[in-house]
């Protein structure tokens, strides 16, 4: 990066004897100035990364003292990275979750139920039979005779799946209104779009209800229940997040916030919005469907 070259204390416009508060006056003070939602500066990007990435080795003790005594070799080699849009390790988490479904339905109940490489594991529930749905060999669950029912795909999960594809619509009218310049569309398909959110948080606390008190389906009921509450769970907090994001970016819209040419924050989370989507059409099919 450019910011290799560049002495962080210069960057930020302070001593280098400068407190911890003197440091984070100075990046706010830039940060206004630079953020390339106000500013019109074509350079205002770049050189907003790199007062943050300043800010994030000056503002840590440990960070500054390396860079104080090493510079930017002593970060490297410390193994120090600056932050920035990393989104391996949500990958990985979706990956392990996705993962462990996986691995249930295609490796350890055959397995257990006699088939595949390592049938032998069926010696350990010689009368196991291996299925998916499937609340394991023990018939974990809340019912005394183990039974319970899943939520079929074509109730509530797919008004669910037209709700969210709606709002990955109405997203996508947002954004093209505020490069086009038309605010008040701009203002009503922002707010369609987080309020599309928080009713599929509704319907999925409705169906949540239906399965803990009705069908027997519980975190507990088995590998079957852990995987579905795990993954839809973790994707309602990312909905939750997403559309808490949406409210802040259409209170900033109907402040005057944003232009046709700086709006970096909205399409963020618009496309964070879009994330969201994608990833519960995979929880549709894999997870309520097949």
Partial sequence: MATAEQDYYELLGVARDASHAQIKQAFRRL???????????PDAAPRFRSITEAYEVLSDPERRQLYDRFGHAGLRRGGFA?????????????AAFFGALFYARQLSIPWLGGEGEKAITSLLWPNFEAGWPS????????????????????????????????????????HHALKSGHRGILKVFLALTFLLGFVFLGVQAKEYGH???????????????????????????????????????????????????????FEA??????????????????????
């Fill in 31 to 41: 940060a206004r100035e630079l953020h390339p939602d106000v500013s019109d500066d």
């Fill in 211 to 265: 399965a803990y008190h009705e069908l027997g389906l519980q975190l507990g009921t088995g590998i079957y229940g852990s995987t579905f509450f795990m993954l839809t769970g973790f994707h309602g907090l990312h909905v939750c997040v997403g559309a808490i994001m949406l409210v802040v970016i259409w209170l900033r819209t109907m402040s005057g916030h944003f232009t046709p040419r700086h709006h970096f924050a």
């Fill in 82 to 94: 600056p932050m920035g849009a990393d989104f391996g390790s949500l990958s990985d988490v979706f």
């Fill in 135 to 174: 609340n394991g060999p023990g018939d974990l669950g809340p019912r005394d005779d183990g039974t319970y029912e899943i939520i079929p795909a074509f109730g509530l999960p797919a008004l669910n799946t037209a709700l969210l594809l709606t709002s990955g619509l109405t997203i996508t009218i947002a």
């Fill in 269 to 290: 989370v618009a496309w964070y919005w879009h994330f969201v989507d994608v990833v519960w059409l995979g929880l549709f099919i894999f997870v309520y469907w097949l």
